[in-house]
């Protein structure tokens, strides 16, 4: 193990990763506390609760954030034990994080988790998720630019 083979890309990406995991505990939505709530759908957090996190929030995109912020980890766990791999490191992680930043996008500028949308907000948890998912997406991508992005070329028609 070579952890002098670390850059400052897959740094940058770990600590994105670490951010997101920490950011589905705090809160991303939150309730207008001047609206009278009569339906017990209402309240989108929970009876007399104003804030939702993500992960009391959604029962599935939890889990996939989760593992998308497991990916900057693996990525530097692959050049720490410098495995070879088959497509350029860095591109999965850039895949994983461009798949989190479009499902906390949509959970947040598209869906938000109400049916009736009586005063519902984002919080600052979900802008941080939002932040680190961007940074998991840019450093898995200049990690793969770095280790030689994209397949080798060939002529057409060549087999």
Do not use: Q
């Not at 809160?27 to 007399?48: F, I």
């Not at 009391?56 to 034990?81: E, Q």
């Not at 999965?92 to 907000?121: H, M, Q, R």
């Not at 998720?129 to 030689?148: H, N, P, Q, T």
């Amino acid at each position: 193990m070579d952890f002098s083979r670390l850059d400052r890309s897959e740094l940058i990406g770990v600590a994105s990763g670490v951010l997101l995991a920490i950011s589905l505990f705090l809160p991303w939505y939150s309730l207008g506390g001047d609206v009278v709530r009569d339906e017990e759908a209402d309240w989108v957090c929970g009876v007399g609760s104003d804030s939702c996190t993500a992960w009391g929030t959604f029962p599935i995109l939890k889990w996939l954030l989760m593992l998308a912020a497991a990916a900057p980890l693996i990525l530097s766990w692959i050049v720490v034990r410098g495995h070879h791999l088959t497509w350029p490191r860095g591109e999965l992680t850039a895949i994983a994080g461009l798949t989190a930043l479009v499902l906390i996008g949509f959970n947040g500028f598209v869906d938000k988790p109400s049916e009736n949308d009586i005063a519902i907000s984002l919080s600052w948890g979900y802008f941080l998720a939002l932040f680190a998912s961007i940074g998991i997406f840019i450093a898995g991508g200049f990690r793969a630019v770095e280790s030689g992005g994209g397949a080798r070329r060939r002529p057409p028609a060549t087999f």
